[in-house]
């Protein structure tokens, strides 16, 4: 059969790239090897966040009293708790399929492969289109020192299904999925000890953000160790001896768990792709493409966690689009890589856009930087979550916002005010100015952009 458009993956990239050529007049075909809506609405970003939210509901029946009412013999139930993310996943999986058919585009199961002259192999089955979108994503990154074999040493996947809840779990690696499941096992009990390679966790965000997820994960009781190694694991019957080495001081301690989780990031899918058959450049696990998504081969594309830019759900929905309404109309608006907001939904939140404070001088820019701490938030402190703040950096010069970095709850809510304001070019000053409601955390951003001047009311 003969498309104008096939997209081979699902996910965020692919879904997205396949209702949009529908939109424009392609007929469309999504090749899909596992679950329709890929990793991110089955195994990521989506049942993750349902697994955050029963630990944030546990904990707030947990301090009930603090809130005013009693509720007793509370206990965190894993299975109910899994059972209810597998079943977000699933709706969020059957709404995939029905945004697909509503578009009129088709749906292939199977395992796929580029061949030359633009034709994509299924399983046996060929099929041709006059585009080729490649969007299979990316897994989990097996590490030698900790060979995942789905019990005692785990990827993602089987933290996001376990039955039966570990008493100790060691996470190594400390981004957002490694921090993400650290705080939801030691929210409903667990003993977490969380290794990270770099000097501080969440190694992307800004140190003072980092500094303050530290001290609150150390306020849960979780043992935090940066700038640690793991050597190996050493596996005595139900117990893995982690042996973790001190990077600074070049001691090694073992650290006793049931569980060990590896999130040290991710690879990508590009095995069996026939890439190099059909001679399409990739480098280091990466495919090569132009700011369109092209790659060198006419025809064929590439787009989400398989090109370089950040492995992040939104950014491939937004090279979907680029990509395609480039391929239907010949120009499209370039993602915009200097503006792509960060989340990592642990509690306190944290969110950031944009430059940190040491990058921005390291840049060159002579900045202003202003902080505002949910200590003084009215609604923070009425909701009992005052740990964190919002802090700015500004361009002395321009005033325009360099970066913003954000610690607290919901305060991933809040950082698509920052990226529309830098998107279109507003200045510092323009946002402290426009009216934001009280009592908000919203309030967090203006009281600190006037921080940056000094003008500020209740910081």
């Known amino acids: ?64 009293a603090a809130y005013g009412f009693k509720a007793e013999g509370v206990e965190a139930d894993l299975n109910a708790m899994v059972d209810r993310s597998r079943g977000v996943a699933s709706t969020m999986n059957k709404g995939v399929e029905f945004l697909l058919k509503k ?78 499941f650290a705080y939801f096992y030691q929210s409903i009990g667990t003993q977490v000890t969380l290794v990270e390679y770099m000097p501080q966790i969440l190694p992307n965000e800004d140190e003072e953000v980092a500094a303050q997820m530290s001290r609150s994960f150390r306020k849960m009781g979780m043992k935090v160790m940066p700038s640690c190694s793991v050597e190996r694991v050493d596996i005595e019957g139900d117990v893995c001896h982690v042996v973790v080495k001190d990077l ?70 937004k090279e979907a689009i680029c990509c395609v309404e480039h391929i239907v109309k010949g120009e499209a608006t370039k993602v915009n890589y200097a503006n792509i907001p960060g989340c990592t939904y642990t509690t306190p939140e944290v969110a950031s856009v944009g430059l940190s404070e040491k990058k921005a001088v ?45 610690c607290g709850d919901n305060v991933t809510e809040m950082i698509a005010e920052i990226v529309a304001v830098r998107e279109h070019g507003l200045t510092a000053r323009q946002v402290a100015a426009a009216v934001h409601p009280h009592p908000t955390m919203s309030e967090a951003v203006m009281e600190a952009l006037e921080a940056a001047y000094g003008e500020a009311i209740h910081g």
């Open 1 to 64: 059969m003969r498309y104008d458009m096939i997209v081979i993956g699902s996910g965020p990239g692919g879904y997205v790239a396949a209702v949009k050529g529908a939109q424009l007049g392609l007929k469309v075909a999504v090749v899909e090897r596992e679950n329709l809506g890929g990793i991110c609405l089955n195994w990521g970003c989506i049942p993750t966040k349902a697994l955050l939210k029963s630990a944030q509901a546990f904990n707030y029946a947990k301090h009930a």
């Open 362 to 406: 390291e840049a060159g820019h002579e900045v202003r930087v202003g902080k505002f701490f949910f200590k003084a938030s009215g609604k923070a402190t009425a909701a009992g979550n005052t740990d964190g703040f919002v802090k700015v950096v500004v361009d002395a010069k321009t005033d325009l916002i360099l970066g913003c970095h954000m």
């Open 103 to 180: 578009n009129n585009v088709d749906v292939i199961h199977g395992t796929a492969k580029v061949l030359a002259g633009k034709k994509v192999d299924v399983d046996g089955t060929e099929y041709e289109a006059d585009h080729i979108v490649i969007a299979t994503g990316a897994r989990s990154r097996v590490m030698p020192a900790m060979p995942q074999d789905g019990r005692r040493i785990i990827g993602y996947r089987e933290a996001m299904t376990m039955r039966e809840q570990p008493q100790r779990l060691l996470v190594c690696g400390s981004g957002a999925i490694g921090s993400e």
């Open 248 to 317: 600074k001081k070049g001691t090694e301690t073992v650290v006793d768990v049931d569980v060990v989780l590896s999130a040290v990031g991710v690879v990508t899918n590009l095995e069996g792709l026939g890439l190099d058959e059909v001679g399409i450049k990739y480098e280091r696990g990466k495919i090569e493409v132009d700011d369109y998504y092209c790659t060198n081969v006419p025809g064929y594309y590439a787009i989400g966690d398989v090109v370089h830019g950040p492995a992040l759900a939104h950014v491939a929905s």
